[in-house]
């Protein structure tokens, strides 16, 4: 049986934790920059969890 191929978009936009959390870039910091506050941009910055039933989905195309 052929190997399973992993989704080349999801690889590139999420990651795996080690304790098996999906984690992406939160939205908002790709431009309009100058206009949102350093206490905003710096709140953005951070990586998000995603919901578990997301999880789930982006685990299949990751193939984990």
Known sequence: M???KTHS???K???VTGSG???KQG???RHNLEKKSS?????????VVL??????VIKKLLGK
């Open 27 to 29: 939205s908002g910091m």
């Open 51 to 56: 919901a578990p039933q997301d999880a789930k």
């Open 21 to 23: 959390k999906v984690v």
């Open 39 to 47: 206490r905003l941009t710096r709140r953005l910055n951070g990586d």
């Open 9 to 11: 978009g999801a690889k």
């Open 13 to 15: 936009r999420f990651r």
């Open 2 to 4: 052929p190997k399973q």
